[in-house]
C-alpha cells in the first residue's frame, strides 16, 4: 500500500487463504468436545454464476470432478451453490472437496464470484450450526439458524469461543451475515 493510498484511507483487500480450509477437520474436533455439535458431511459453495462458455466449461468440469456427491441449487438471492455430501466421519474429504471447488473457480479468474463456503454441524437436540468461511475476508464465523429467521445468538458465540485459536475468526461480527436457506443447512 503506498502513502496515497494511506493518505485518502484506502485499504488493500484481504487476500482470501483457501488453505485455512484445510484447519476445519481439527476445528471440528475442538467444536464437537466444547458444544457435542458434529459434521454432517455436508458442505458447499456459494458463488455468483457467470455467462460464457469458460465459465459453462470448468463448472461441468467441477460437477464431473465431484460426480455424484455434488448437487446444485440456487438461492433466492441468485448465488449458485455446489451441495458437496460425504460421510459424517469424512470431513477431511469433504473439506479437500470444497477446496478444489473453490481453487478451480479462483485459478480460473473467477475468484470475485465466490461468496462463502460452508460446512455443516449438527447435534442430538437438532441444533444446526455451520461454520461459514468468508472468501473476501479469508475468515470463518459460525451461523447457527432457528426456526424462521432467527438465529441462535448463544451458540454462535459458545462455537466462536470454542473455535478461536482454531480458525481465523471474523471479528466484525456485522459480517456474520445470516445464510438463510443456505442448501445442506
Same mark, same amino acid.
Given at each position: 500500500?503506498?502513502? #496515497? ?59 464431473? =470432478? =465431484? ?37 478451480? #473457480? ?27 468461511? =468468508? ?10 439458524? #432457528? ?7 448463544? #451458540? ?28 445442506? =443447512?
Amino acid at each position: 500500500m503506498s502513502w #496515497l493510498d494511506v493518505i485518502l484511507g484506502r485499504t488493500k483487500p484481504v487476500q482470501p487463504d483457501l488453505d485455512a480450509l484445510f484447519a476445519l477437520p481439527s476445528a471440528a474436533v475442538t467444536l464437537q468436545a466444547a458444544t457435542g455439535l458434529a459434521p454432517t458431511g455436508v458442505g458447499s459453495v456459494s458463488y455468483r454464476a457467470a455467462e460464457g462458455g469458460a465459465f459453462a466449461t470448468l463448472h461441468g468440469d467441477v460437477k464431473a =470432478l =465431484l460426480g455424484e456427491r455434488v448437487e446444485e441449487s440456487e438461492d433466492v438471492y441468485g448465488y449458485s451453490w455446489l451441495v458437496v455430501r460425504r460421510a459424517p466421519d469424512a470431513l477431511s474429504d469433504l473439506v479437500t472437496e470444497l477446496h478444489a471447488v473453490n481453487s478451480s #473457480l479462483e485459478d480460473a479468474g473467477f475468484g470475485p464470484s465466490l461468496l462463502c463456503s460452508l460446512v455443516s454441524f449438527t447435534d442430538a437436540q437438532g441444533r444446526r450450526l455451520a461454520i461459514v468461511y =468468508l472468501y473476501k475476508r479469508g475468515t470463518f464465523y459460525p451461523f447457527a439458524p #432457528l426456526g424462521g429467521q432467527l438465529r441462535d445468538n448463544a #451458540l454462535e458465540l459458545q462455537a466462536r469461543g470454542a473455535l478461536t485459536g482454531e480458525l481465523k475468526i471474523e471479528e466484525d461480527l456485522s459480517r456474520w451475515f445470516p445464510v438463510w436457506g443456505a442448501p445442506g =443447512l
